[in-house]
């Protein structure tokens, strides 16, 4: 198993931090590797039950949470806050919908952000998420620090303490899987499975689109766990590409263990989503086709705020659902960043948030999020949708 796992992260990795001392990160990740997970193998394989379901066509996958969660932000009132937004929105879609909602939180770990450029506007190496360095703008706070890993840890392990006092226990846990010290050193094996190590870090993780190529170490990762596991993809994804996805990540046939979470922009999804899914069906393996209606909708505002328009969010969940509808196939589900806090990050929605609006209260780091109120409006679209 060792070996499987160190073959697998000697692969060419993308979008590593340059940590300044690799011996340094060795001792970080021995001592991580000696902290109990924070998840249980048997927490997974009821999410593994729940996806098949999916999968199947008989539930809906609703996950959603900040771009990125920081350290400052992980109080009781914003964790609250996301879990509760995602409660509400899991009602509406069970009451209008009429299916089951599995709901899947980008929480208690989604720390670690992949950049497209390696220096920020100001010519400062970019802030890589609170588990890698600091966002505030100056040259130390940028220098990566590997105990951030520890701190890392410790603060999932305080959000799973909130999620357990006072609210519904059935959120599952999930973020992106970029940062591979951090993924590996918090693997466990479970006696009962012994030939699939367990991504300890969370119930559910996901390869992006900047790190989702074939011949990666985070592909050949995500292939060893008995995790559930979803890949991004984004416009330029062809065919060969999901079918490769399929082959490797679940050579088992098992349904519902890959998700493929599909994040277009709502100008391309109708033409580039259709031969994919049937390319996907054509092997028989059943997959959870998950939306991102907002990372292929992201632009800059006038005065320079990253953005997204709740129409354009809409649109491509629209055409996102008319595909798989007009293909026989089931739309199974949605992915959002999303905060139950009253921010003013997305453009649109009831209370309609114009372009001078977006400066009263933009806290996100990194990505535009869905407020309470734009998310559901969604959750009400995404619902109507699923009805047919
Ligand atoms: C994200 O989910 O925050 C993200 C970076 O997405 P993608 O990999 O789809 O760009
Ligand atoms: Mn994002």
Redesign the pocket.
């Known amino acids: 198993m060792r070996d499987r796992i160190s073959e697998a992260l000697g692969r060419p990795a993308a979008q590593q931090p340059p940590w300044p001392d690799p011996e340094q990160v060795r001792s970080v990740s021995a001592f991580l590797a000696t902290l109990p997970p924070l998840v249980t193998p048997d927490q997974v394989r009821r999410l593994r039950g729940d996806l098949a379901q999916v999968a199947r066509g008989e539930a809906f996958l609703l996950q959603g949470g900040d ?2 969660e920081t350290f400052a932000g992980n109080t009781p009132e914003h964790v609250r806050g996301t879990v509760a937004t995602l409660g509400r929105m899991a009602a509406v879609l069970a009451d209008e919908a009429g299916l089951p909602v599995i709901t899947v939180g ?1 929480l208690a770990g ?1 720390y670690a ?2 950049r497209s450029r390696p220096v920020d506007g100001l010519g400062l190496p970019v802030y890589r998420g609170d588990i890698v360095n600091a966002a505030a703008p100056d040259a130390g706070s940028r220098v990566p620090d590997p105990v951030r890993m520890i701190e890392g840890y410790r603060n999932a392990r305080a959000t799973l303490g909130m999620l357990r006092s006072g609210h519904p226990a059935d959120v599952y846990t999930s973020h ?1 899987a970029l940062l591979l010290d951090y993924e590996r050193a918090l693997l466990v094996t479970d006696p009962d499975e012994p030939g699939r190590p367990y991504a300890g870090s969370a119930h559910f993780l ?1 390869i ?4 989702r190529r074939p011949d990666g170490a985070h592909l050949a990762f995500a292939a060893l766990l008995a995790n559930p596991v979803g890949v ?1 993809i ?1 416009p330029g994804t062809r065919p060969d590409q999901v079918a490769e996805y399929v082959e490797r990540l679940d050579p088992d046939g098992e349904p519902g263990r890959l998700t493929l ?1 599909s ?1 277009m922009g709502s100008t391309r999804v109708r033409d580039v989503l259709p031969p994919l899914v049937e390319r996907v069906a054509a092997t028989g393996r059943q997959v959870v086709w998950q939306c ?1 209606p ?2 292929g909708n992201t632009r800059e505002s006038a005065i320079g705020y990253k953005t997204r328009h709740l129409d354009d969010i809409a649109d491509e969940i629209e055409g996102f659902f008319a595909v798989h509808h007009a293909l026989g196939s089931h739309p199974g589900g949605v ?1 959002l ?1 999303l905060t139950g806090d009253d921010v003013t990050e997305c453009l649109g929605g009831t209370r309609g948030i114009t372009a001078h609006g977006l400066t009263g209260r933009y806290e996100s780091l ?2 535009p999020r869905l407020n309470a109120d734009q998310a559901m409006e969604v959750a009400h679209r995404v619902a109507a949708l699923s009805k047919g």
Do not use: S, V
């Open positions: 771009c990125a980008r989604q952000k992949p992106e996901w992006g689109e900047r790190t991004k984004g979470i994040r991102d907002m990372h992915h960043e990194c990505d």
